[in-house]
């Protein structure tokens, strides 16, 4: 009796470590052992080609009954990102509602830059050799009229329409030499283009005196405000005149600037700076820079562009100032030391993220996730004002097999000078053990064209590669080290 309990014994205690032995295996079965290893994060001085920033185009339409245009070489372009200011002069219907035949060419034009993916920003106006007082019509409820007829074509490409400059009236529609550039006048004019015009278009006014006078309000939008479709929340900047004088050519008052001011008076050009560096985090800022002054020396310029975050400006005036600015070398200590003033100024124009570093968090070989924590900084002059769609990818070495879920930032929010931080979850043991290249992704969700980061290294159609995940049962030789740049 002893030797059979003994041998019962025995075999229970067996069949028990059998089990442990066997419940130990299959726990180490799933225990996942994660490893990252970053790409170097190298800046690029390379020009990106960005949607809505940088250096636009200009392109001139008289609408009439009888004009056409070979509209061939618009679509035989490239498609891509960049800007284009398309100007169109009505002052063939100063007298009368536009045609059905002008609203068609028109919507013709609109509709085969929409083909090339560029960004459009558009100028309506009646005058384009100095002569509004006698080229516009004579009843400010015919410019009414026409902003609703052309509101109905803008609207219908709203998807590349970025901005309206101006209210219709003035000299190339620069706001000004016009009977209607009154205070009174242009608060309808401008009431009335916001109430037809799709809210997702930005519309643009000469001046900030004027913004402040058309939105209301002393003080600049911020970001509670921002973005809600409101006039003051689409109406931004464009300044034909910058950098062309102590006043930028009358945009701002003579002198240093102190005291109080009653809202819609211009106001000093460091006043008027330091306004427009408010409100400029929340709407676009651009126009063209003219005639050679030590305010628009390479350094100078530097400056003023930043402090009013322009992100936009003429491609061909002044070349006199672009000149001297290609003959400047940039000094400040970055990748861009010795580049010519001109690539400077290109390269940063707009936003222009930088990817900093990323690093994965350790985990405990059975907990489920980690976090990877990508830092990026924003050196242009300029936020972004649309926003864009963020993604992370996880590519399988061995499959190919790609997992991709979206980033939850707004990027309009990321500002010039500042650090952006994004907190990913790494759901680890939803995926097979292997090797993963992971990859960031912004893409502009109207156009579709991708945000490239301003780095070197490998770029796929997944986006920048920030570096490799492994998955494992087994700790690597190196799994101390998780995420060391």
Known sequence: MTMKLKKLLIAVSSTICICLIAGIFLLFLTLRFVNYTPDACAE?????????????????YMLSDTESYDLSEILDQEHRAGLVLLEFNLQNYADRPISDYGLSLLDQVLESWQSTGRQLILRFFYDWDGNALEAEPRDLSLILTHMSQTSEAVNRYSDCVYLLQGIFIGPWGEMHGSRYANNEDMITLTRHLASVTDPEIFLAVRTPQQWRLLADSAEPIDRSTAFNGSLASRLSL????????????????????????????????QDELAFQNRLCTCVP??????????????????????????????????????????????????????????????????????????????????????ELTVILENIGFS?????????????????????????????????????????????????????YDVALKITDPVSGSPVYLANEGAVTSSGQTLGHLDITIFPKQDSSSFSEN
Not at 350 to 369: N, Q
Not at 400 to 426: H, I, K, M, S, Y
């Open 238 to 269: 464009f300044n034909d005149g910058m950098l062309g004088s102590d006043t930028d050519l009358s945009t701002y008052a003579p002198g240093s600037g102190s005291g109080e001011f009653s809202y819609d008076q211009k106001r000093s050009r």
């Open 285 to 370: 800022n651009g126009g063209e820079v003219v005639v050679p002054n030590p305010y628009n020396d390479f350094p100078a310029a530097v400056a003023d562009l930043s402090a009013a975050r322009v992100s936009y400006l003429n491609s061909v005036y002044d070349e006199a100032v672009f000149s001297k600015w290609r003959a400047a070398l940039c000094t400040e200590a970055s990748p861009y030391h010795g580049m010519n003033g001109f690539d400077y100024i290109s390269r940063h124009l707009g936003y222009r993220y930088v990817l900093r570093s990323s690093e994965c968090a350790p985990v405990l070989p059975w907990e489920k996730t980690t």
């Open 44 to 60: 690029s001085t390379e020009e990106l080609q960005n949607p809505y920033i940088g250096w636009y185009q200009i392109h001139n």
């Open 383 to 435: 936020n972004c004002y649309r926003p864009f769609d963020v993604s992370l990818t996880l590519t399988e070495a061995s499959t190919d097999r790609t997992f991709t879920f979206p980033v939850n930032t707004d990027t309009r929010l990321w500002a010039p000078g500042e650090q952006v931080t994004l907190t990913l979850p790494v759901h680890f043991r939803e995926y097979a053990t292997g090797s």
